[in-house]
């Protein structure tokens, strides 16, 4: 039997734990993030460490800061390359939210970037019972 998965675009919605499990002191990626929406509802609202937003565009980056940079030091806003940005740190993450959707990385989207970032995800070692979540 398949479940329906909704999920509305609202200030006060997002990512909920049947999703993404508890964040309780987990420290959350949030790649390809934009304009880093997602990242500062789960900063805010699921009680993690830490998230930490990740993408490659200099506009986004600096709307993100713009619009979010207050709630640090528990969102940190990062401009990288997610490739990059994984092979130096995807062992520090709990959990990684990656939104498998078109352009998530950007002028940088390729095939061939997509397939490394799910390699990096999936081989880097996380806790149990927490890891990559792909968001559609």
């Known amino acids: 039997m398949s479940v329906a998965f909704y999920w509305t675009w609202g200030q006060d919605a997002g990512l909920g734990p ?4 508890d964040l309780t002191d987990k420290c ?8 880093a929406r997602h990242a500062a509802y789960l900063a805010t609202r ?10 490659a565009s200099p506009a986004q980056h600096a709307m993100a800061t713009d619009l979010y940079g207050h709630f640090a030091p528990r969102l940190r806003i990062v401009h990288s390359d997610v490739v990059n940005h994984l092979h130096a740190t995807a062992a520090t993450y709990d959990v990684l939210r990656f939104p ?11 095939p061939s970037a997509v397939r ?13 019972g927490t890891g990559p979540v792909w968001v559609k």
Do not use: C, Y
Request: no cysteine; glycine share 10%; charged share 15%.
């Open 18 to 21: 049947e999703t993404l499990g």
């Open 116 to 128: 490394k970032v799910v390699a990096i995800m999936s081989m880097a070692a996380f806790p149990a």
């Open 46 to 55: 699921r009680h993690p460490a830490q998230v930490v937003a990740v993408d």
């Open 100 to 110: 498998a959707r078109p352009n998530s990385l950007g002028r940088h989207q390729t």
């Open 28 to 35: 959350v990626g949030d790649l390809g993030a934009g304009v």
